[in-house]
């Protein structure tokens, strides 16, 4: 990929347009062709968030077919659409990376789901309806029971919309097919990994629509806090000698702005 394209950094969560100066691509071609890949290359991939309050590196790499170019050298396949396999090298995985007062047993559940998505979709489903029962707990203070219990509960105060409601009984119900055996254990019942990936869809919507929010909402009140505690400090202190504007009246100083 060539810059400048878009990018939403796993750390931060901050859409950004990425430039060349944070981007670097390095393509590998092994020597040894293998029968299940045929000639291949890989494509690593390093970005480096480029907002000055996060600036860390997001890796990837990603296979491709490998054709041969005018100078005889190697370049991807030019018939290709798509990476053969791609891997995440940093963070391990497209987990978002949500902030420490997000409490860590919700957190882990969480970056595990997406850690074996593509691997096994339906231990993912069961990590997601855990981290989904954590915040029941945590945040909601739902009083711990079966998962259907404590949504129901939560359901009844009125915090959660009908939607909202509807959505996570589906990720406990779709989590329980890890979670618990059928009676009848003829009857295979998979989970895909877009469904998998749904379910941690939802569960990143709480975590914003809780956690999030409530972190957000208290820095604003504290910052409105904070302004009257300096405004009614200054009037205790006499207030200000400044004449209105910030600067001396009349001063003719060229260049300066209203």
């Given at each position: ?73 190697w370049e991807i ?97 779709v989590g329980n ?82």
């Open positions: 990929m060539t810059p400048p394209f878009h990018f939403e950094c796993p750390y931060c969560n901050r859409p950004t347009t990425i430039q060349q100066n944070d981007y670097e691509e390095e393509l590998i071609k092994p020597a040894p062709t293998g029968k299940d890949t045929g000639t291949i290359l890989y494509v690593l991939a390093t970005v480096v968030c480029p907002s000055p309050d996060c600036r860390k590196t997001t890796v990837a790499m990603s296979q491709w077919r490998a054709a041969r170019n005018r100078s005889g050298g396949d030019p018939e290709t659409k798509a990476s053969q396999r791609s891997w995440r090298l940093m963070p391990r995985s497209r987990a978002r990376q949500y902030p420490e007062y997000v409490p860590v047993p919700v957190r882990e559940d969480y970056e595990e789901a997406h850690l074996i998505l593509k691997d096994s979709p339906k231990a993912s489903a069961t990590l997601a309806r855990r981290a989904l029962q954590g915040i029941m707990r945590d945040f909601y203070g739902a009083k711990p029971g079966t998962l259907y219990d404590e949504i129901t509960e939560v359901a009844a105060t009125g915090k959660m919309d009908a939607g909202l409601v509807k959505a996570t009984h589906a990720v406990r119900d097919i890890g979670a618990h055996m059928s009676k009848d254990i003829s009857v295979i019942v998979p989970v895909e990994p877009g469904e998998a990936e749904a379910l941690l869809g939802l569960i990143e919507l709480l975590l914003d629509e809780t956690y999030v929010a409530r972190h957000s909402r208290e820095q604003r009140v504290n910052a409105v806090l904070q302004v009257a505690a300096d405004k009614q400090a200054l009037r205790a202190a006499g207030g200000s000698k400044a004449p209105p504007g910030g600067g001396a009246q009349g001063s003719g100083t060229p260049g300066a702005k209203p």
